[in-house]
């Protein structure tokens, strides 16, 4: 049992104590027991072991709906002779080139990269999109063996595609099957499947086949849609649909499935998206620096969807997301009073919903029975604070990096911005290592 308190506390629970100036959660077997001041929680649990926020932000950990472990070891790279113009060039020059050259050593390391930075950022559930076509089989659980080594809470998919022949998309099929199949014989609240696509325009009708013979309406899809233009031209010339109603002919659509980046979509492909229960994530740092377009959020909100957020891994930091997704959003509608309520919505909220819907224990809130994922931000307010206005503050005061403690599934992973449970040098060592071989592979020289 533990109890973390001695913080200010944002439970983020619209139907108990929103705010607590001085307090703190009780939580032990994965849960959170109790949510109470301070004094009256170290009263009623004197055995408990104290973790102290010192006067920090308590508060549910973050949840990112969209990103992509295999990128991690892009940070700092140059791939010679790779001058991206348009947003094909970025995913044939950089992201394709890189997986394929991606075996399951550095898919390894790439997750042990991404879990350690997003603990760091209070993330405490990640949706993995994977994509190592230089080796497929047994990649999703690479992966799950860093999640659970490290404690992070997972939903992972592999992304299927054509765009390096049959066989490959065939073995990326296989992939997601076995793993659905491992999560449904080793049943967890720590790890979810779902099933991947790539783009629809990397995607035949022959493989949308296969993809729903191997699921059978076991999980839900996690598929990019309408993230450039591709899409469309694609859907359109080719199959005479929209990608949305595309996808509604291949039974895709559903209250489990996401739908990635959403940024072409017409009002006929939101009015689907809504009548299907389908989800969206919005990446609006990715979106803006790959020059695609910004999501219309406003409407798709204002349609009724369920929609969250990501980061499609261009960074870690969700509070670093949602700063750019208000700013996109009002300079997009050039109006400086809209969004605010869909983003921290987006974030805060509707990722939890998500979460829910693909079989994740209840996330986002901290109140009793909710899982312990808990974070500590140090933040110390120099204007009136709580739960009034705790947006306001997460928008213009906090970032990523303020995060001090990280507790996921009761366990305290991050204490005083020290790895608890692992060796992070070790780690980074280990990563370094596979990244100057990757980075070789891909310039033809050595690091």
């Not at 405490?124 to 076509?133: L, N, V």
């Not at 974070?375 to 303020?402: C, W």
Request: with cysteine; proline share 4%; charged share 20%.
């Amino acid at each position: 049992m533990i109890l973390l308190a001695n913080g200010k506390v944002i439970t983020r629970d619209p139907e108990g104590i929103g705010y607590l100036p001085d307090g703190g959660v009780v939580t032990d077997g994965g849960k959170i027991v109790e949510v109470g001041t301070t004094a009256d929680l170290k009263a009623k649990y004197p055995q408990a072991e104290f973790v102290d926020a010192k006067g920090g932000v308590i508060m549910p950990g973050l949840i990112n709906a969209h990103t992509h472990i295999y990128s991690a070891l892009a940070r700092g790279l140059a791939i010679v002779g790779n001058n991206p113009t348009n947003f094909y060039e970025v995913l044939d020059g950089t992201w394709w080139a890189i997986d394929r050259n991606l075996d399951l050593e550095a898919t390894k390391a790439s997750a042990q990269a991404l879990v350690i930075d997003s603990i760091k950022q209070g993330v405490t559930t990640i949706f993995d999109h994977h994509a190592s076509f230089c080796e497929i089989p047994g990649s999703l659980m690479k992966i799950a063996e860093v999640t659970k080594e490290f404690g992070m809470r997972a939903s992972l998919c592999y992304e299927v595609s054509d765009r390096d022949g049959e066989e490959k998309s065939i073995q990326s099929v296989q992939e997601n099957k076995d793993f659905i199949d491992y999560c449904e014989k080793n049943p967890s609240d720590m790890l979810k499947a779902m099933f991947g696509g790539h783009a629809l325009f990397t995607i035949s009708d022959k493989t949308f086949d296969r993809m729903n013979a191997a699921n059978n309406g076991r999980v839900g899809y996690h598929i990019h849609v309408s993230e450039g233009m591709n899409d469309v031209y694609d859907s359109l010339q080719n199959y005479g649909r929209r990608p949305v109603q595309r996808l509604q002919d291949h039974n895709i659509l559903g209250p489990t499935t996401i739908l990635g980046h959403c940024i072409h979509v017409n009002t006929a492909e939101m009015d689907i998206i809504k009548a299907t229960d389908t989800m969206c994530v919005n990446n609006p740092e990715s979106n803006m620096g790959n020059a695609v377009g910004i999501s219309p959020i406003l409407q798709l909100c204002k349609k009724g969807i369920l929609v969250g957020m990501g980061t499609d891994a261009y960074t870690n930091d969700m509070l670093e997301s949602i700063k750019v997704a208000l700013c996109s959003q009002r300079h997009n509608a050039c109006l400086p009073n809209v969004a605010w309520c869909e983003v921290t919505e987006m974030l805060f909220h509707n990722n939890a919903k998500m979460a829910a819907r693909c079989g994740f224990p209840t996330l986002g809130v901290l109140k009793p029975g909710a899982a312990a994922d808990v974070i500590v931000m140090d933040y110390k307010p120099y204007t009136p604070f709580s739960d009034a206005n705790i947006e306001g503050h997460m928008l213009f005061g906090m970032t990523g990096r303020q995060c001090q403690t990280t507790m996921i599934n009761g366990k305290i992973l991050m204490k005083d911005r020290v790895l608890t449970e692992i060796d992070e040098e070790a780690v980074n060592a280990h990563v370094l290592e596979s990244a100057k071989r990757l980075w070789g592979k891909l310039n033809h020289c050595e690091y």
